[in-house]
């Protein structure tokens, strides 16, 4: 086993950022919070009650996602057709994110998903979130969005890429005249 085939210490490994860390603990707190909710209500208003909201959760989600998708693709087609880009943003994705938490089943969810469908809190979402894309795409790399771009081209699954050498499939390469495939590359 050479040296570059070992994996590297405990001390070496980059720390796990914070929204890997926190995520998980996250949603299980979502879920208990769900589940506590749901229990509340079934017990002050009745089983039937909450069965009644979620399923009007879920239909109304559904339409949602159906008006913004087809707004979308209507914006798309428009622009198409006039030759040029489609118009930034829209508040398709928030509306679409919104009907998503609603036909998601709890009632924190679908509070969250009816927030999203009211445009005041759309913009202001929309802003803090293109704030800090911005702000972290600053911090990630001194380089462009080009860069970027380049480094994921440079990794595509279709070929093989090593690092220092150029591999083909040619028939009179040397070691293929047997006509046997080639091992397999390793690090």
Do not use: C
């Not at 086993?1 to 070496?12: E, H």
């Not at 017990?43 to 949602?64: C, E, R």
């Not at 998708?69 to 489609?86: D, H, I, K, V």
């Not at 001194?142 to 220092?164: T, Y």
């Amino acid at each position: 086993m050479t040296t570059g085939d070992q994996t590297p210490p405990p001390s070496a490994r980059p720390r796990r950022s914070r929204l890997r860390r926190y995520l998980p603990l996250g949603i299980a707190v979502w879920f208990v919070l769900e589940i506590w909710l749901l229990t509340r209500v079934a017990g002050a208003a009745g089983g039937l009650t909450v069965f009644l909201l979620l399923v009007a959760g879920v239909v109304a989600g559904s339409v949602v996602i159906k008006r913004a998708g087809r707004r979308a693709f209507r914006s798309l087609n428009e622009a198409m057709q006039r030759g040029g880009s489609p118009e930034r943003g829209g508040g398709n994705g928030l509306m679409m994110l919104g009907g998503l938490l609603l036909i998601i089943p709890g009632l924190i969810s679908d509070a969250a998903g009816l927030l999203l469908l009211i445009p005041p809190v759309q913009q202001a979402v929309s802003r803090y979130a293109e704030r800090i894309f911005e702000r972290r795409l600053r911090k990630a790399a001194p380089g462009s969005l080009g860069d970027a771009f380049q480094q994921a081209r440079i990794h595509r699954p279709d070929s093989k890429v090593v690092q220092g050498e150029v591999v083909k499939d040619d028939a009179d390469a040397p070691g293929d005249a047997t006509g046997e495939p080639r091992p397999p590359l390793t690090r």
